[in-house]
């Protein structure tokens, strides 16, 4: 606990400790309570003790900020106005939580604003593939994971503690060797009713036949802005699905299938999945998803309706190369501050629409292999963005054995590598597609994971990274919270 060297000038003021008048040392509380306004009540001491010290110093008796004591051992002045900014600047009072999913369990990384020590928790779910894993952005506490086994299938876990303590949402058993998963929340069933208007049972095939749908695992979840009981699930065959009771059941917005090029989509060689999710922060009915490998979608109407946007993208592999489906998306990002921006890394080539999606344009530029699968932008600066260049297709690797990030400070074709702290030898490991991501602190923090099982961190908007965790399993996910 700090405690503020007591002076003549305190006790002059009434600033005694209560239950000790005579005592040295006067607590927090004591001038708390004689000088905060009670609008003010809210404040925390911290942010009333500093205000005070800094503008009103004679109360404690100094011409600058006051000495503080932390058990009893002088420390510097803290309260002076041109500390508090720099504490602000450098994120000493938030906190920043990374949440990693690997093939082998998930891991909770936990540091200060400052970003230079870590603590880590896992592996959680041990031994299962976490393909996601991510908080509410409506209540920072509630993270929700994708639990998946080629044994037992699908499983939805939920913390509503900060990834201390889980379950399985409803309070069903967890499966054992032998049983299936159990619960309505483990229960994700392709809509086929009248209702949604064209029922679909089949999907195109690696050959070009139809074949069944059939769902296998939830890839990606994204919870609502606004509600932390609402959650959107990407699923593979590709479907998206929707909870609104804390994922204990979910229900397919079968609109999407159903907006007629569905039969259509075929796998790609990772499935057919539905990887990406993005809700605009700026209008609630508005939703992108991106498919691999059918494109890139959009509705305007909360889910009942869908279009393809992927007018401008190439693809020379297929019959038709610019068709209006069959493009093999990775992965697309959007600052929220303009979400009407989207850059997207196809299975080759970058891209970028600035008219939601409506047209696209390649912006590779200089980048050593436009192949890939990350991309993200920085958190307030919507004009750089983050990619992780793949040597091709087959090689499923960082060219020239040098793990690099490339950023582009012009919202593409200009690229810079940075490479500050990253082994720039005899390096061979993949970063995929949900394994990056930024915090909002200042300077932007950004965060990814490899396949070889390293988690990096930047503190400074990626001029420099080290590494938060090493030898984890192969790494699926990375997402970030930033905390009060």
């Given at each position: 606990?700090?405690?503020?060297?007591?002076?003549?000038?305190?006790?002059?003021?009434?600033?005694?400790?209560?239950?000790?008048?005579?005592?040295?040392?006067?607590?927090?509380?004591?001038?708390?309570?004689?000088?905060?306004?009670?609008?003010?009540l809210?404040?925390?001491?911290?942010?009333i003790?500093?205000?005070?010290?800094?503008?009103?110093?004679?109360?404690?008796?100094?011409?600058?900020?006051?000495?503080?004591?932390?058990?009893?051992?002088?420390?510097?002045?803290?309260?002076?106005?041109?500390?508090?900014?720099?504490?602000?600047q450098?994120?000493?009072?938030?906190k920043?939580?990374?949440?990693?999913?690997?093939?082998?369990?998930?891991?909770?990384?936990?540091?200060?604003?400052?970003?230079?020590?870590?603590?880590?928790?896992?592996?959680?779910?041990?031994?299962?593939?976490?393909?996601?894993?991510?908080?509410s952005?409506?209540?920072?506490?509630?993270?929700?994971?994708?639990?998946?086994?080629?044994?037992?299938?699908?499983?939805?876990?939920?913390?509503?503690?900060?990834?201390?303590t889980?379950?399985?949402?409803?309070?069903?058993?967890?499966?054992?060797?032998?049983?299936?998963?159990?619960?309505?929340?483990?229960?994700?069933?392709?809509?086929?009713?009248?209702a949604?208007?064209?029922p679909?049972?089949?999907?195109?095939?690696y050959?070009?036949?139809?074949?069944p749908?059939?769902?296998?695992?939830?890839?990606?979840?994204?919870?609502?802005?606004?509600?932390?009981?609402?959650?959107?699930?990407?699923?593979?065959?590709?479907?998206?699905?929707r909870?609104?009771?804390?994922?204990?059941?979910w229900?397919?917005?079968?609109?999407?299938?159903?907006?007629?090029?569905?039969?259509?989509?075929?796998?790609?060689a990772?499935?057919?999945?539905?990887?990406?999710?993005?809700?605009?922060?700026?209008?609630?009915?508005?939703?992108?998803?991106?498919?691999?490998?059918?494109?890139?979608?959009?509705?305007?109407?909360?889910?009942?309706?869908?279009?393809?946007?992927?007018?401008?993208?190439?693809?020379?592999?297929?019959?038709?190369?610019?068709?209006?489906?069959?493009?093999?998306?990775?992965?697309?990002?959007?600052?929220?501050?303009?979400?009407?921006?989207?850059?997207?890394?196809?299975?080759?080539?970058?891209?970028?629409?600035?008219?939601?999606?409506?047209?696209?344009?390649?912006?590779?530029?200089?980048?050593?292999?436009?192949?890939?699968?990350?991309?993200?932008?920085?958190?307030?600066?919507?004009?750089?963005?983050?990619?992780?260049?793949?040597?091709?297709?087959?090689?499923?690797?960082?060219?020239?054995?040098?793990?690099?990030?490339?950023?582009?400070?012009?919202?593409?074709?200009?690229?810079?590598?940075?490479?500050?702290?990253?082994?720039?030898?005899?390096?061979?490991?993949?970063?995929?597609?949900?394994?990056?991501?930024?915090?909002?602190?200042?300077?932007?923090?950004?965060?990814?994971?490899?396949?070889?099982?390293?988690?990096?961190?930047?503190?400074?908007?990626?001029?420099?990274?080290?590494?938060?965790?090493?030898?984890?399993?192969?790494?699926?996910?990375?997402?970030?919270?930033?905390?009060?």
């Open positions: 606990m700090l405690i503020f060297a007591q002076t003549d000038n305190m006790r002059k003021h009434g600033l005694q400790s209560p239950d000790k008048p005579d005592n040295r040392t006067c607590p927090v509380s004591a001038f708390y309570k004689a000088f905060i306004e009670p609008e003010r809210g404040d925390s001491l911290f942010e003790a500093s205000e005070l010290a800094a503008t009103r110093p004679e109360l404690f008796g100094f011409s600058r900020g006051p000495q503080v004591w932390e058990y009893n051992v002088a420390a510097s002045s803290m309260f002076d106005s041109g500390h508090l900014r720099k504490l602000k450098e994120g000493t009072m938030s920043v939580r990374v949440l990693v999913g690997t093939r082998k369990g998930a891991f909770i990384l936990m540091s200060d604003g400052k970003r230079e020590r870590w603590d880590v928790s896992g592996p959680h779910f041990a031994g299962w593939e976490l393909y996601h894993v991510k908080g952005p409506a209540d920072p506490n509630r993270i929700y994971a994708s639990q998946s086994s080629g044994w037992f299938g699908q499983v939805i876990q939920r913390s509503s503690d900060g990834g201390k889980w379950e399985t949402p409803g309070g069903e058993v967890m499966p054992t060797p032998g049983a299936p998963p159990a619960g309505q929340s483990n229960k994700f069933v392709y809509d086929a009713s009248p949604t208007g064209k679909l049972t089949t999907h195109q095939w050959d070009g036949t139809q074949h749908w059939e769902f296998k695992r939830v890839w990606h979840l994204e919870p609502s802005l606004t509600d932390p009981d609402t959650v959107y699930s990407g699923v593979e065959d590709a479907a998206l699905f909870t609104t009771d804390g994922a204990q059941t229900h397919e917005l079968a609109g999407l299938r159903g907006h007629g090029t569905g039969p259509n989509w075929q796998p790609g990772g499935g057919l999945c539905l990887h990406t999710i993005i809700l605009d922060p700026k209008d609630p009915k508005r939703m992108f998803v991106a498919i691999s490998a059918a494109g890139a979608f959009r509705t305007d109407d909360g889910g009942k309706t869908w279009r393809p946007i992927n007018r401008g993208l190439h693809s020379q592999y297929i019959p038709d190369p610019n068709a209006e489906i069959g493009h093999c998306v990775h992965h697309v990002a959007m600052n929220p501050s303009r979400p009407g921006v989207l850059f997207m890394q196809k299975h080759w080539d970058v891209m970028r629409s600035d008219n939601a999606g409506d047209s696209w344009q390649e912006v590779s530029g200089n980048l050593p292999s436009d192949f890939g699968f990350v991309i993200d932008v920085h958190t307030h600066e919507p004009d750089t963005i983050y990619v992780v260049p793949i040597k091709s297709d087959g090689e499923h690797f960082v060219p020239d054995g040098k793990l690099r990030v490339y950023r582009s400070r012009t919202g593409g074709n200009e690229w810079e590598a940075l490479t500050k702290g990253l082994p720039q030898a005899n390096c061979y490991v993949n970063v995929l597609r949900d394994a990056m991501a930024v915090d909002s602190l200042d300077k932007c923090g950004v965060y990814f994971g490899t396949t070889g099982g390293q988690v990096y961190a930047s503190a400074d908007a990626g001029d420099t990274w080290s590494p938060i965790v090493r030898d984890l399993p192969a790494v699926l996910s990375v997402e970030v919270q930033t905390l009060p």
